[in-house]
Nanobody, 128 residues
Framework: QVQLVESGGGLVQAGGSLTLSCVTSGRTFSSYPMGWFRQAPGLEREVVAAISESGGYTYYPDSVKGRFTISRDSAKNTVYLQMNSLKPEDTAVYYC?????????????????????WGQGTQVTVSS
């Protein structure tokens, strides 16, 4: 069974940077497509980045494109979310997710329904 543990959240001023980490334990990490999602109070959970099982393909919505970068380090069983030029509207709980079930190679999964394993979440607060 796969388990995910996020870290790296915190309070940062607008324009600042944070790097979130998601450490995976359990079955072979490198086999899974991964994603980062966020949920702000009163809003639905939304994808902010996705990465294919090989790391060769990534996706970002327009709201974070050019500011956020997802990456994975198979040797460390870790996926990262580098967040730069943070804005107050980036304030949310950020979740790491893994699709530890059947998947298509090189495909990116963008819906939270596509993922079956979630971390506990880490709070990111951006002050203006």
């Amino acid at each position: 069974q796969v388990q995910l543990v996020e870290s790296g959240g915190g309070l940062v001023q607008a324009g600042g940077s944070l790097t979130l980490s998601c450490v995976t334990s359990g079955r072979t990490f490198s086999s899974y497509p991964m994603g980062w999602f966020r949920q702000a109070p009163g809003l639905e959970r939304e994808v902010v980045a996705a990465i294919s099982e090989s790391g060769g393909y990534t996706y970002y919505p327009d709201s974070v494109k050019g500011r956020f970068t997802i990456s994975r380090d198979s040797a460390k069983n870790t996926v990262y979310l580098q967040m730069n030029s943070l804005k107050p509207e980036d304030t949310a709980v950020y979740y790491c997710a893994a699709r530890s079930g059947p998947f298509s190679r090189m495909r990116l999964y963008l819906s939270d329904n596509d993922y079956n394993t979630w971390g506990q979440g880490t709070q990111v607060t951006v002050s203006s």
